[in-house]
C-alpha cells in the first residue's frame, strides 16, 4: 500500500515537472503563441506563467520579447463597453442564401458582428427556397450574438405565376444568355429578384419585425458603427436607406418603367408628394435614367412594405411579367417604389457605414470621420462621386452638401 501511495505522488510530481517544462518552452516558441490557452496564461496584467524569474530557465524568455517588451505601448484608447445599454428596436438583419453559401455568408456576419451587432445582439433571419442544413444553422447560430432563425419559402413565392408563358420567358433567356447578359439564362435568380421585390417581407419569421437590416454572402464593414441604425431610422422618420447607388443595366429592365407609368396612372393615391422623381428621371417621369440604390445593403421599414401601396405596385409589376419576361432585379423595384411612394426626406444616405459588396466601395469621405470610426477601407476605392454613381445626385436633389474633400476623391 505504502509503495503504490508512494508510486502515484511520483507519477503527479513527474507530470507537474513535465507541464512546467511545457509552459516554459511555449512561451518562447513563436507558433504556439497562437493557442488560445497561451494566451489567456499570458494576456497583459495578468501574472505570468508559474516559471519562477529567478530559476535559470531565463532563457527561455527569448530575446525577442525581452526586445520586443519595452517598445510596446499600453493601448490607452477607452474601449466602448461590450453591449450597447438601452431597450433594443423591433428590428432583424434578414439574409437570403442556399446552403453552399455558408462560408461567404460567415464572413460577412463576422464583419456586421465586430462592427456593430456584437454591441446590440440584433436577431438575424435566414430564409431560403430549399431546406438548412444542419452545418449551414451550426456555423451561423455561433457566429450571431442575436437570436437566429430558419425559414423555408412556400413553394408559390418561390416559382412561375400561372399568367406567365413559359416558352417566352425561355426563350428571352436564350437571347439574353447570347447577349452574354449577367445572369440573363438564370431562372434561379429571377426566382431570387421576384422574391426580394415582393414576398421577404411577408415571411412568417418576418411578420415579428418592423424593421430590418438585409445582409448578402461576401460583403464587408470597414468602420464601426457605435449606434443603433434602427434607432436612427426610427427617429429621423425614415423608411428606406442605401450606402451606394449607380446605374441599372438597361438590358435587364427595357420596360419597367412603361410598366411603373401603368401602375402610377391606376394607383395615383400612392405617388407621394414631396417624392424623388428628380433622382430617377431627369424629365419629369417620362423617361427612367436608370438610377437605384443597391439593395444588397438596405435598412428598413418593413411595414412600409407591407403596405398597400408597396404591394400594389409590387403586385402590378408581377402582373407585367418582366420578371421573367425580362430580368428585373429588386434593386431598381425598391428604389423606384422608395423614389415615388416615399417623402424625399425618408429616404437615408449612411455616409457612415463603409460598405463593400464586390465590385463597389462605400468609404465615407473624410479622414477624421475614418479614423475616430477605425475605418479600415482605401478611400481611393470610394465609390461615391465616381460617374457611375448616382450618389451625387442624392445630394443635389436633397439640397445637402457634399462632405468636405469630395472633390479630390471624384
Ligand atoms: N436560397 C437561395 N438564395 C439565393 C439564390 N440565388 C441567390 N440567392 C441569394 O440572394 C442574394 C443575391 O444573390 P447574389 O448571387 O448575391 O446576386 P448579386 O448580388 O446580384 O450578384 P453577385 O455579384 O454574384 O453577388 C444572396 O443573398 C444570395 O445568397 C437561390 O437560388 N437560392
Ligand atoms: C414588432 O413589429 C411587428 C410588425 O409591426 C408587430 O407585429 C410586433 O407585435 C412587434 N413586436 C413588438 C415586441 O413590438
Ligand atoms: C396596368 O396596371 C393595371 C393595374 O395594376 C393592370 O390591371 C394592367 O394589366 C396594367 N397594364 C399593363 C399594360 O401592364
Ligand atoms: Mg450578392
Redesign the pocket.
Known sequence: MAGSQRYLRYIVFALFALVLLYFIGSSSSVPTANWPGYQETTSPGEPSTPSDPSKPSAPAVSHDVSQTAPSTTPNDKKLPPATAPGERMNATFV????NS?VWE?AKSIRHVEDRFNRKFNYDWVF????DFDDQFKKVTSALVSGKTKYGK?PKEHWSFPEWIDQDKAAKVREEMKEKKII?GDSV??R??CRY?SGFFFRHPLMLDYEWYWRV???IELYCDINYDTFKFMAEKKKKYSFTLSLYEYVETIPTLWDATKNFTKHFPQHVAKDNSMKFLSDDGGENYNHCHFWS?FEIGNLNWLRSDAYIDFFTSLDHAGGFFYERW?DAPVHSIAAGLMLQKDEIHFFNDIAYY??PFTHCPTGEQYRLDHKCSCNPKDNFDWNGYSCTARFYEINGMEKPEGYEKEQ
Open positions: 439574409t437570403l442564401a442556399r453559401d455568408i430564409l431560403n427556397d430549399d419559402i445572369y434561379s435568380y426566382h431570387m426580394e448578402e454572402p461576401s444588397n432585379g459588396h464586390v
